[in-house]
């Protein structure tokens, strides 16, 4: 009993300080946010801010215009998901459902275009985008990061519906339903928590990425969050913790979104497709 | 399968034609180099800077809105350069009738992105960038000469002798052709505890110490007793922990040395791109670096901006070599030291510049408009418009300016060190610039943590920098 006892608390021992090291940092950049500069730079530091002030939320709206960033990354994240799905549900029903010629070649062809780094695809990209004329647009941004999502997004797709039993396709084909109509009607709603898994996935990493922005965008209205917020680091000056921290606070809303709304998804989501039948 | 082959194969010609002709939009292509607007008298007036009246914001009458209709793209840093910018605009626009569009990039990507833009893009018309990279365009023909436009459209303003020599020579002119104006000016600077040199009790202490007056120290060897004095591990009573400090971490730590190398007589490369620090002024550059560490923070190979700046900020420094940016730190709220420190030139006479100057890039869509530009924002009054954005006058007559001198105690002292000032932070050398910094910086580093003798250090930076210098072509 004593030992059982001894497991469970050096089990909720270490569970406490992963959950210190996780939140910590955040807990951190949020309370920063409120604070002055005094107050930041004050040793020892204040765990706990003694005044609140909104200087650093006024600064990063009036300043930098952190508003036109948050919505352009919205934009980009949201219709990058849209497009990941769709076409990576497509396809990866497509790969599951129907046997083809070169069918395993285009499946490895696909996740070896994820294993390039990304990096390498950022001049051919800036030369097609200037001479198709969608360099610095936000168009062009969600075609590159669609393109990026997609190997991930449709090798998972595949492996939630290889999940699915034969027999359940071979049924709503007996009752008379079109392939469109199976994929839309029996296939999706069966793997809403793979898609939610994926949604995530894509989200973020189209809401996170900095160097192709870098390179894609110009101008400071198709300006993305991650862009916008390194921008307010200048070498030879102060770094400006407060803006940062407030800047790094309103780009982490829609992540507690949504890790707040889609908990319930992401555990079956995760092992869904992890074990084929 | 024939038939589906063929219709991928018609795709993808039809796909390579389409692209082929969406390129043909050629920098070129929109010749518009004259202005074509009607001139008028136009009256642009802007608010008091530093209760300085700015009588001449239309380009000496040049400006006069001719350029109506023209768009002018000027590359640069995020932050106060771009806000800089941007605030002169708004009253070029007004003078001139063109529209500036300023784009900026965050510190650390700028470079990469500009010079992929010089390449390949040719978006921008003007850049701001710091000097050595500026050259470097220069050198791959990359931005235009500024003389024919200086001899045909220039504002009878424009008085070129009244930037500061050195600027103009070091910033400006690149092989003898004039292809940028100075913007910012950058300068290594010598920060002291004023409170502290000027504190009788202390200077009696420092006279019986060494028998010497105690003085800001201008010569390298009073320096070092300076410091000497001041540090607490050699001096019990000295009233701060450390006797100097600097950022002498890895991407800083350079201008330690430099900052003494050309007071030695030396200098990183001469004219023809060859190394010219592995001498005398070289060793005795090093030497004076590893005196100083002795009277350094235990941390200095850690301090950064931030961390060497608070620490100076906090009162436990008597002295510090720094940008003229620690200025902030020095004022804030938080700083210990507030109105308590003094400005010079670094001791030896001959401090490390930085800089940034402004060019036009050899594919402006409308280069008489974009010259008046730069032009504009470096002029006597224009340049006024930015300096409540960090940006520092490059013209002798405005730090002549009463108003700009009381505006700033730090003033003096950078004119003063701008004048003196002989090596660039970042060598001289197109297309292989941060190679070289990062060259000194291993040697430089190599030296400081024991690993490397001076010697030693400068036999490898020499024969790295040969190495370097050699595979782009220049000359040796």
């Known amino acids: ?277 | 399968m024939k038939k589906k082959f063929h219709i991928v194969l018609l795709c993808v010609l039809t796909l390579t034609f389409v692209l082929s002709a969406c390129g043909s939009k050629s920098a070129e292509s929109g010749n518009t180099a004259k202005p074509e607007g009607e001139f008028k008298e136009v009256n642009v007036e802007a608010p008091d800077v530093l209760g300085i009246k700015l009588t001449d914001l239309n380009g000496g009458g040049t400006l006069g809105g001719q350029y109506k209709g023209q768009k002018i793209v000027v590359a640069t840093r995020t932050g106060d350069f771009a806000d800089a910018l941007k605030n002169a605009a708004k009253y070029f626009e007004q003078a001139s009738g063109a529209t500036v569009e300023i784009q900026s990039f965050p510190a650390g990507n700028d470079i990469e992105k500009i010079q992929l833009d010089l390449n390949t893009g040719h978006h921008f018309d003007a850049v701001l960038m710091p000097v050595a990279n500026v050259h470097g365009y220069a050198e791959g023909g990359l931005i235009q000469d500024l003389q024919p436009y200086i001899n045909s459209v220039a504002s009878p303003n424009l008085d070129l002798e009244d930037f500061i020599p050195s600027l103009l020579k070091s910033y400006g002119l690149y092989k003898g052709r004039m292809v940028a104006f100075p913007y910012k000016p950058d300068s290594q600077l010598f920060f002291y505890r004023k409170d502290l040199f000027e504190d009788p009790e202390i200077q009696k202490q420092y006279k019986e110490k060494t028998g010497k007056d105690l003085v800001v120290p201008t010569s390298v060897e009073d320096f070092l007793s300076v410091a000497e004095f001041f540090t607490q591990k050699y001096n019990p009573d000295s009233p701060t922990k450390y006797g100097y400090s600097s950022m002498a971490s890895k991407t800083n730590s350079r201008l330690v040395w430099q900052n003494r190398l050309a007071a030695y007589g030396g200098k990183d490369v001469d004219e023809n791109f060859k190394p010219a620090f592995n001498n005398e002024a070289g060793l005795k550059a090093m030497q004076t670096m590893l005196d100083l560490k002795k009277f350094a923070p235990d941390e200095w190979l850690q301090l950064g901006w931030d961390e060497a700046n608070a620490l100076f900020a906090s009162g436990e420094v008597a002295m510090m070599e720094q940008w003229p940016g620690l200025y902030s730190s020095i004022e804030s709220d938080q700083s210990k030291v507030k109105g308590k420190v003094g400005f010079g030139v670094t001791p030896g006479g001959a401090p490390t510049m930085g800089g940034w100057a402004i060019a036009m890039t050899n594919t402006a869509k409308n280069p008489e408009a974009t010259y008046k530009f730069l032009e504009y924002v470096t002029s006597k009054d224009g340049e006024l418009l930015k300096i409540n954005n960090t940006m520092d006058p490059t013209r002798t007559s405005n730090y002549n300016r009463p108003e700009v001198l009381a505006s700033n105690p730090m003033y003096p002292a950078l004119l003063d060190s701008l004048s003196a000032a002989q090596i660039l932070v970042d060598p001289d050398v197109p297309f292989v610039s941060a190679k070289l910094n990062d060259i000194m910086e291993n040697a430089i580093q190599g030296v400081l943590r024991g690993e490397l003798d001076p010697q030693a250090a400068l036999d490898e930076m020499e024969q790295s920098f040969i190495k370097e210098i050699k595979a782009v072509g220049l000359s040796l």
């Open chain 1, 1 to 277: 009993m004593k030992k059982h006892n001894a497991e469970k608390f050096a089990l909720y021992l270490l569970l406490v300080l992963f959950v210190i090291a996780f939140l910590f940092p955040i807990y951190w950049a949020v309370t920063t946010s409120f604070k002055t500069a005094g107050q930041i730079m004050k040793v020892p530091p204040e765990f706990f801010p003694s005044s609140w002030t909104l200087q650093n939320y006024v600064e990063v709206f009036t300043k930098h215009q952190i508003g036109t960033y948050f919505i352009n990354s919205l934009v980009v994240a949201v219709t990058t998901t849209l497009c990941g799905i769709i076409v990576g549900t497509f396809a990866g029903y497509g790969f599951s459902r129907f046997k083809f010629m070169g069918r395993t070649f285009w499946q490895y062809a696909i996740i070896v275009m994820r294993m390039v780094p990304g990096l390498v695809f950022i001049i051919p990209y800036y030369i097609i985008f200037q001479k198709i004329g969608i360099l610095d647009t936000l168009f062009g941004l969600i075609i590159v990061y669609t393109t990026a999502a997609l190997p991930l997004a449709i090798w998972l797709f595949m492996g939630f519906f290889d999940e699915l039993p034969t027999e359940m396709f071979e049924a709503a084909k007996i009752d008379g339903c079109s392939e469109f109509g199976t994929y839309w009607r029996i296939a999706l709603p069966l793997i809403v928590p793979g898609i939610v898994v994926a949604a995530i996935l894509v989200f973020l990493a189209a809401y996170n990425e900095f160097s192709l922005s870098l390179v894609l965008i110009f101008t400071d209205r198709n300006k993305t969050l991650p862009l916008g917020i390194s921008g307010m680091i200048q070498l030879q000056k102060d770094t400006p913790f407060g803006t940062l921290a407030a800047a790094g606070t309103i780009a982490f809303i829609p992540a507690l979104i949504l890790a707040l709304t889609t908990q319930k998804y992401v555990q079956a989501g995760i092992t869904a497709g992890a074990v084929k039948g």
